[in-house]
T-cell receptor, first 114, second 113 residues
């Protein structure tokens, strides 16, 4: 158990819908990262937040958005869902926002878009 | 796009044998990390090696890093059936104000009892 929690574990929804994925970082960690894992794209970095502020952005679609709240939990919002958005979405956390800390991953949310 | 490339893509060995997986990357890095993923589940951190380190050990794991060749290897000694999983290398390059991990495509390791 990494200490990073994600809810829900599974999500099944229809095209065009909007969903929210939630992540709570390890106790003491200030930085949260979101990654998407799909069969065709592999593991892709989406976005990073540190203490409520966006710090790095990857291949995140405009239909997707994220935020980190004062209690440090983070939410990833996916809207106008398409079949290709079906994937495993992982959240990771670390103490520092910079490239010197281990990132600990949560168990993931499996999103299925029908 | 994936920076890292793992080699081989799949590896099947017998319990007790050693397993070696290789990773190559393209740009300068700060750290390289190895993760394990059991089928469809979360990523488990195995080991982090910094760019100024050449070798690191953790239990049955041995990681090497050659920054001149932009490559790393993960050796699992005395493998067990429970080691069956996908193994990913991830490079971490520092950005202006944050960081990200760039993953390879992974090696699927099967350890047969």
């Amino acid at each position: 158990d990494s200490g990073v929690t994600q809810t829900p574990k599974h999500l099944i929804t229809a095209t065009g819908q909007r969903v929210t994925l939630r992540c709570s970082p390890r106790s003491g960690d200030l930085s949260v990262y979101w990654y998407q894992q799909s069969l065709d794209q592999g593991l892709q970095f989406l976005i990073q937040y540190y203490n409520g502020e966006e710090r790095a952005k990857g291949n995140i679609l405009e239909r997707f958005s994220a935020q980190q709240f004062p209690d440090l939990h983070s939410e990833l919002n996916l809207s106008s869902l398409e079949l290709g958005d079906s994937a495993l979405y992982f959240c990771a956390s670390s103490f520092s926002p910079r490239a010197r800390d281990t990132q600990y991953f949560g168990p993931g949310t499996r999103l299925t878009v029908l | 796009s994936q920076q890292g490339e793992e080699d081989p893509q799949a590896l099947s060995i017998q319990e007790g044998e050693n397993a070696t997986m290789n990773c190559s990357y393209k740009t300068s890095i700060n750290n390289l990390q190895w993760y394990r993923q059991n089928s469809g589940r979360g990523l488990v951190h195995l080991i982090l090696i910094r760019s100024n380190e050449r070798e690191k050990h953790s239990g049955r794991l041995r990681v090497t890093l050659d920054t001149s060749k932009k490559s790393s290897s993960l050796l699992i000694t005395a493998s067990r059936a429970a080691d069956t999983a996908s193994y990913f290398c991830a490079t971490d390059a520092e950005e202006t104000s944050g960081s990200r991990l760039t993953f390879g495509e992974g090696t699927q390791l099967t350890v047969n009892p």
